[in-house]
């Protein structure tokens, strides 16, 4: 069984992945995908899916970028029909929003110039994320309501495609019930019952 995680960074995937390393299934390393970005750009998703076949086959959960992008999803579960598929969320845009720039300010030196940033994979790449991913405006790459926009328009894209299928799970971290809501969507019950709260920015 494949595992993807679709959500948004900053939508408590780092502590998603955590609770499945917790719990001994396989967590892909992100490096690799993350390396070949540009394939998503060109939407040749099919570099993507063939490393998950021939190299990294062995491995459950599947996220971050680029699975965590609009569109791709669709692409996996033709590819992997009997994949499972878990949308984190925040409380709101607002809160999402608050945190991908908090976040982005305390790992990025050069915050204000997203396109010369080069301490993530290549330089630019931020600034083509925020752009061409995102949608913002390039005169204004961390404009408030496009990432917003991008945001709600994520989540009910993914919720109206999956609306009729059963592989689907939507689930905020905060809820103390995430375990148990894990447990009967993967039909695998989880010995390690901790909810970790990772990479907050704050």
Do not use: C
Request: hydrophobic fraction near 35%; proline fraction near 5%; aromatic fraction near 18%.
């Amino acid at each position: 069984m494949k595992v993807f995680g679709i959500g948004f960074n900053k939508t408590g995937t780092s502590s998603l992945s955590q609770i499945f390393v917790n719990n001994n299934f396989k967590v892909a390393p992100q490096n690799p995908f993350e390396y070949n970005l540009e394939s998503y750009f060109y939407k040749n998703y099919s570099t993507f899916t063939e490393m998950i076949k021939n190299d990294y086959y062995h491995y459950t959960l599947f996220q971050d970028v680029p699975f965590s992008f609009p569109n791709f999803y669709k692409f996996l579960d033709q590819e992997f029909p009997n994949s499972k598929f878990i949308l984190t969320i925040r409380d709101n845009e607002d809160e999402w929003y608050q945190s991908l720039i908090r976040f982005y300010k305390k790992i990025f030196v050069n915050f204000n110039q997203p396109e010369i940033i080069s301490g993530y994979i290549y330089q630019g790449i931020l600034f083509k994320i925020l752009t061409e991913v995102y949608n913002t405006p390039k005169t204004h790459p961390y404009d408030e309501t496009s990432l917003k926009n991008a945001y709600k328009n994520h989540i009910k894209e993914v919720t109206q495609y999956f609306s009729e299928k059963d592989n689907l799970l939507i689930v905020n971290l905060k809820d103390p019930n995430i375990i148990s809501k894990l447990e009967t969507f993967l039909d695998t019950p989880f010995l390690n019952k901790n909810i970790p709260h990772l990479n907050k920015s704050k």
